[in-house]
């Protein structure tokens, strides 16, 4: 083997270790300090990465290695190599029985089972005319390999016009990587007359293009673009198809904006057999200080309806430059949604959450904080979507709400020193809806709470004296009907006292070592009564009792109702923890309410709370190995030895793609539900347990897996809600069939089912089940998750 270095240039000098080497004849020999001058001027600086971008500067190349049996040739003019050839510069090296090196040219010419590999994109074929700096020429019948997704191929011949591009004639493109057999074809393919591919954008466009799938062709473009990388870029998406009870048999082709980089939309027209025609939209945007979303959609003359249906939604947050240093920036935050009528969430739903839900939100917030104080400006109006066979009340509108409010932490307050907690809070709203159907005045109102807490704390505990007023004023567009008053107000006095202790020990439960805590806690609250009854109600509910409200003073939300109470809350909380991680493997809690006094206040229609004892929380989680979780909660009703609601869930993840999940929630005479979801490899059942490849890298080809939700209504005796699918992996491919059915009223619902054929690296052809069950299916995993691309080492050569 014969090696040899053409064309080496070097730019500056470097001393190799060992021998110095001696004065050229008649120079002297440097001395001392200009050695050292030298050799601060000349450094070299390590590093463990090698280089991922390639220079295209021409003095970045460096030299020009070539390798083989016999090399011969004339110096500056042409190099032969027979056997074993093999030529390098910078990263593109080229192997083949001969290869010919003109230097005047710069052009090379390889023949006999030719290899070149430029930044880890590989060709391989029978004949390659190349010029080297400029990466022009052709490659004759070659099979070719892209470093960034995998993407390969034949052809008839490649051209390269430069280093970042190349054409391909009646060629081929897939991603499913060759096994070792002979007759080995891959199981989908895109075959076209004529490919460009962009290396610098990563896009690729085929001509006359045809997909086919297990030999069968599915599609057919005059011209299709499609990604090199998962970068996004402008074109046609592939349709997607679905087939439901209510919309019947759906057909949508996208087609994608790539705008800027900040900026993308989507038109998405569809055709619905039951209904027409759909225009569908899309329109994002992401600035340095604010982002935002646009969507809509218009459906004219429905023919099930015989109307026009269309919907909309905008979402935007952000912050807004004044342009005032003393005043700063503006918090701007916009959530509007609207449909065209009343059944549209029954009709469409499926659609965009935003606007399937049956209350719609029209909400504007500007905010301004600086310092201590902030405040916003907010107007929020409701669109109830009402059914006849289920109606729901209406909230009311804001037009507009003020807040404003002031806090200190660990301050000094009136002279008594540091250490309090204290705040100042005012909010005034209009108040509007349709007094028809709320049977009350609209209101303007008006409501300030100041708050004063002194925490003493420490490792072993804490107590928290707190003070509130809440003072509340009402100005009524109508008279009230209890007492024809256009006006009322309110001012109502709260105390609490909060503490608690925290113990801590060392314990050993079956073999493990723990840090053992028991953490007991007490909560009083003093409320005096004020009675409340003829005031209107706009914004206030009962608290649900559960531990994170247990331990505060209001037994309501709003503040239209602030509850009267004399009452202590104990509780204890005892925690096992990792001594070396602080990671919860069990918690276990308990708390009560003893009432002193009943509870007087109560929202319209409701009853005082007389009872001294109130339910009994219970509460537990177990997480003793990270397979395992167990959570619980049971309010326990002591008068009539009930539980009056109990919910239970235990899931069992051992391994990526490996997950049940079951749940049971129930409310005494009011629901009683099991909630079941799932997905698991369904090759475990005979043995095949796959591979570990790590999240969002399935297990390996050749496997199904298992995935669904189900919500089953113990009371009414049937499924409310259902998801129930199979996925395959093929590699380069994946096939998914997903059955959703979703209840949309009372006695109704809508049946769907999705079909998707994934092209791994190209595109997804066909409804889009991924987002279903993401959202549905807890900790559901996908099976290809976008990945950056391999280093172009590995494929080195």
């Known amino acids: 083997m014969f090696c040899a270095t053409l064309g080496m240039t070097v730019a500056g000098t470097a001393h190799a270790q060992g021998a110095p080497e001696a004065p050229a004849r008649g120079a002297s020999a440097p001395t001392p300090a200009e050695r050292a001058e030298s050799e601060s ?104 390999r892209f470093l960034s997704n995998g993407g390969n191929g034949k052809a008839e011949r490649v051209d390269f016009l430069d280093e970042k591009h190349l054409t391909a004639q009646r060629a ?31 896009v690729g466009v085929a001509r006359n293009a045809v997909i086919r799938f297990k030999d069968v062709p599915i599609l057919a473009f005059p011209k299709v673009s499609f990604p090199l990388s998962d970068k996004r870029k402008s074109g046609l998406l592939p349709p997607t198809v679905s087939m439901g009870s209510t919309n019947g048999f759906e057909l949508r082709q996208p087609y994608y904006f790539d705008i800027a980089p900040n900026r993308d939309a989507t038109f998405s027209p569809a055709i619905l057999t039951k209904r027409g025609i759909d225009l569908a939209g899309e329109f994002r945007y992401l600035e340095p200080n604010y982002r935002g979303e646009v969507r809509a959609n218009f459906l004219p003359d429905d023919k099930l309806r015989n109307r026009d249906r269309w919907s909309y939604g905008y979402q935007h947050n952000g912050t807004l430059d004044t342009g005032l240093k003393s005043i700063g920036n ?90 309090f907690d204290w705040s100042i809070e005012g909010d005034i709203t209009r108040f509007s809806a349709d007094r028809v159907l709320t049977n009350q005045p609209n209101s303007d109102r008006a409501y300030t709470k100041l708050q004063v807490s002194r925490p003493w704390l420490s490792s072993s505990g804490f107590i928290t004296p707190k003070v509130q007023l809440h003072a509340t004023s009402y100005k009524f567009d109508a008279p009230l009907p209890a007492d024809g008053a256009r006006s009322a107000s309110r001012v109502v006095p709260t105390f609490s006292l909060d503490s608690g202790l925290q113990f801590e020990r060392e314990a050993n439960f079956l073999g493990r070592s723990f840090t053992q805590t028991l953490e007991p806690r007490a909560f009083y609250v003093r409320t005096p009564f004020r009675d409340q009854s003829g005031l209107p109600n706009y914004d206030s509910g009962a608290n649900d009792f ?105 899931r069992y993840n051992p391994s990526n793609y490996r997950v049940i999940s079951a749940a049971f929630r129930r409310q005494r005479n009011v629901s009683e539900q099991i909630d079941v979801g799932w997905q698991w490899p369904i090759n475990d059942l005979w043995g095949d347990k796959g591979k570990d490849l790590g999240a969002g890298q399935g297990q390996g080809g050749g496997r199904y897996y298992a995935v669904g939700r189900l919500n089953y209504s113990v009371l009414d005796k049937r499924l409310v809600d259902s998801i129930i699918g199979v996925e395959y992996d093929g590699c380069c491919w994946i096939g998914r069939v997903v059955l959703q059915r979703s209840q949309t009223g009372t006695g109704t619902s809508d049946t769907r089912i999705l079909f998707q054929l994934e092209l791994v690296g190209f595109s997804r052809l066909g409804a889009n089940p991924l987002e279903t069950l993401k959202s549905n299916v807890p900790r559901y995993q996908y099976l290809r998750e976008k990945i950056n691309a391999p280093s172009r080492f590995t494929t080195y050569d």
């Open 172 to 202: 081929s493109y897939t991603t499913c990587e060759r096994d070792d057999e002979a007759s080995w074809e891959p199981s989908w393919v895109l075959r076209a007359s004529s490919f460009e591919f962009d290396l610098e954008t990563e």
């Open 41 to 144: 001027a000349l450094k070299l600086k390590p590093t463990s990465r090698l280089a991922e971008e390639v220079s295209s500067d021409p003095q970045d190349r460096g030299p020009t290695f070539v390798f083989g049996d016999r090399v011969s040739g004339r110096p500056d003019l042409e190099t032969v190599i027979d056997g074993n050839a093999e030529l390098r510069r910078g990263a593109t090296s080229i192997r083949a029985d001969r290869i010919e090196y003109y230097q005047p040219d710069d052009q090379v010419k390889s023949r006999g089972n030719v290899r070149i590999n430029r930044a880890g994109n590989r060709f391989e074929g029978p004949e390659l005319e190349l010029k080297l700096d400029r990466f022009e020429g052709f490659f004759t019948t070659p099979d070719y």
């Open 330 to 419: 503006l918090g701007v935050s916009l959530n509007l949604n609207r449909v065209s009528d009343n059944d549209y969430w029954k009709d469409f739903p499926v659609a965009t959450p935003s606007t399937t839900q049956r209350l719609l939100a029209n909400d504007a917030i500007f905010s301004w904080g600086q310092g201590f104080f902030s405040t916003t400006l907010r107007t929020l109006k409701w669109q109830t979507l009402q059914d006849a066979a289920s109606p729901i009340t209406q909230p009311y509108d804001r037009l507009p709400q003020l807040t404003a409010n002031y806090t200190r932490v660990d301050a000094p307050l009136l002279g008594l020193g540091n250490g």
């Open 546 to 650: 559960n531990f994170a409200t247990v331990f505060t003073e209001n037994a309501f939300v709003g503040n239209d109702r602030i509850s009267d109470a004399n009452l202590l809350t104990l509780g204890v909380t005892s925690r096992l923890l990792d001594p070396a991680t602080g990671a919860e493997a069990v918690r276990v809690g308990i708390a009560q309410r003893l009432r002193f006094e009943d509870q007087r206040v109560t929202l319209p229609g409701g009853l005082p709370v007389t009872d001294r004892i109130s339910d009994l929380l219970v509460g537990a989680s177990v997480n003793w190995v990270p397979q395992w979780s167990f959570d619980s909660t049971v309010q326990y009703n002591p008068k009539t030895k009930q539980s009056e609601r109990a919910s239970f869930g235990v």
